[in-house]
C-alpha cells in the first residue's frame, strides 16, 4: 500500500548530505561567522575569492584569529535556515510520496462496490525545493588582503585576513585610527545619554575618561605601527616606539632619516607634550611631576596639577602620527 513512500524513505536514508544555496549580496559578498563561542564576530567575503583563494582546511576569524576549516563559517542564521530548509524538504517528499501512494490506492478501488474505500493525504507541505538563505545587509568597511588579494568586508575593525591570517601593519593602523575619532566626535552622543540615564557626574566622568583614552590609544597604535614596520631591519627593545626619542634614533640608523626630518619643529615639540600627557596619565593618574615639566618642556602646568586633555589635543596627535606613518611607509619602499 505505501510503496512509494517506502521507496523514499529509503532514498532519504541514503542520502548523505543536503546542499542549501547561500545567496550572496548586490557586491557579492557571502555572510560568515567566527566559530569561536567566545567571538562569534559576523563578516562577508567575496564569493569568488572563496571559491579561489580560500582553503578548505582553514579560515582565520578577521577579529580574534581564530582558525577553523571552511565548513565551520556558516552564520547561526545561515545554519538555521538550513535546517528549516531541510525540515520542509524531507517533508515535501515524503507528502508527496503519501499522495502518490494515496492515487494508487484509490486508482485500483472497484467504483460501483457497496463499499468504498479511498485514502486521503492531509497537510501543505508539498515543496521539495531548496530556498536559498538571504545575504545580511551590505557592511560598511571593504577591505582587501595585500598578502593574498582575497576581499572581505566587516562593520567596525578587522585585523587579520580570513583567507591566509595576514595581520596588516596598515589596515591594523587604520582601523585603531578610525576607533580613536569614533570616541572623540561621539562625545557628545554619550554624554548625553549617560546624562539621561544616570546622571551629570557619571556623565562627565565617563566621556572624560574616553577622551584621555585616545591619547593612550594613540600612542599604541603608532608604537604597533613602527614594531610592524621595523620588522625587516631588526627587533628592538620592548616598547622602543613608545619613547620618541629612541623610536627616531632606531629610525635614523635603519633609514638614515627620523622624525626631526619628517615633522617641524613646532610638531615636534607638539608630538613630545601628547606622548609625555600620555605617560602621565598611565603612570601618575596625569598629575604633573618634575619629569614632565623636564622631559616635555610644557611650560603651561606646575608640579602638582593635573593635565587637561581635549578634542584638539586627540585631532593633533592622529595628525602627527599619521604623517609620520605615511614618511616611514615612503622611506621604508
Known sequence: MFDELSKELKRLEQTKSISIPIESDEKGYADRQ?????????FKVH??????????????????????????????????????????????????????DARKFNQRQPRNSFVSISMDVKGDSKRTHMIPARAA?????????????????VIGSAYFCPACGHNSVLQTFSDSLRKIRA?????????????????????ELTCRSLIESCLSDGVVAFQKYCDGMYEP?????????????????????SLGKGYDDWLSKDEMNSLLILFQKRHLL?????????????????????????????????ERLIFLIEKLSSEIRIACK
Open 34 to 42: 567566527c566559530p569561536a563561542e567566545n567571538c562569534e564576530f559576523i
Open 47 to 100: 564569493e569568488e575569492d572563496w571559491k579561489n583563494i580560500f582553503k578548505d582546511e582553514a579560515v582565520w576569524c578577521p577579529f580574534c584569529r581564530h582558525e577553523a576549516p571552511a565548513d565551520q563559517w556558516y552564520s547561526k542564521e545561515q545554519i538555521e535556515h538550513a535546517k528549516k530548509e531541510a525540515i520542509a524538504m524531507i517533508r515535501g517528499r515524503i507528502n508527496k510520496a503519501m499522495r502518490t
Open 137 to 153: 545587509e551590505l557592511m560598511q568597511l571593504d577591505i582587501s588582503c595585500e598578502k593574498c588579494t582575497s576581499r572581505f568586508a
Open 183 to 203: 570616541k572623540k566626535d561621539n562625545l557628545s552622543v554619550v554624554r548625553e545619554a549617560i546624562t539621561q540615564a544616570t546622571g551629570k557626574d557619571e556623565a
Open 233 to 253: 631591519y631588526g627587533n628592538p627593545p620592548m616598547n622602543t616606539f613608545q619613547r620618541l626619542d629612541q623610536g627616531s634614533d632606531r629610525w635614523k640608523k
Open 282 to 314: 598611565a603612570h601618575n593618574e596625569g598629575i604633573v611631576d618634575s619629569k614632565y615639566i623636564n622631559k616635555s618642556s610644557d611650560s603651561t602646568y606646575k608640579e602638582g596639577q593635573r593635565i587637561v586633555v581635549n578634542s584638539d589635543d586627540v
